[in-house]
């Protein structure tokens, strides 16, 4: 169990960022027929970097880069591992990411969770490859 606290570091203004969470929701009509509707948080705070450096795949079906980055937030981010949820998506610096897996950080400060999130779609943030 780690003996420091470090929230007033991962809550400075200086060192986090903001990113939007887009939560991807399933509601059922009058009718029981399932529709989906999307919440979106808007300017979650949050330590975001880079995981990995984006790799280029080519592919006989086009081309897409790989990334993953790592949030330490006190925002419940979710993979979608529970029944009738589905993965936050994160979007940071023009990118969209699904968030991969989520870790209790709470250790390090009170209410922190660690989350891993993967690029997502074909051309990395910044636009076509």
């Not at 419940?76 to 589905?86: A, E, I």
Request: proline residues 6%; without cysteine.
């Amino acid at each position: 169990m780690p003996l420091q606290d470090v929230s007033d570091v991962l809550d400075d203004a200086d060192f986090s960022d903001f990113f939007d969470v887009v939560r991807p929701g399933v509601l059922a009509q009058d009718t029981g027929v399932p529709f989906e509707q999307d919440t979106t948080f808007n300017s979650v705070a949050g330590v975001v970097a880079p995981a990995s450096s984006g790799t280029l795949q080519l592919l006989p079906e086009g081309s897409f880069q790989q990334g993953t980055i790592t949030i330490i937030t006190r925002f419940r981010l979710q993979t979608g591992s529970g029944v009738g949820y589905q993965a936050d998506r994160v979007v940071w610096h023009g990118g969209t990411y699904t968030v991969v897996n989520v870790s209790d950080w709470s250790g390090y400060g009170s209410g922190f969770v660690q989350a891993t999130a993967t690029l997502t779609g074909v051309n990395p943030p910044g636009g076509p490859i």
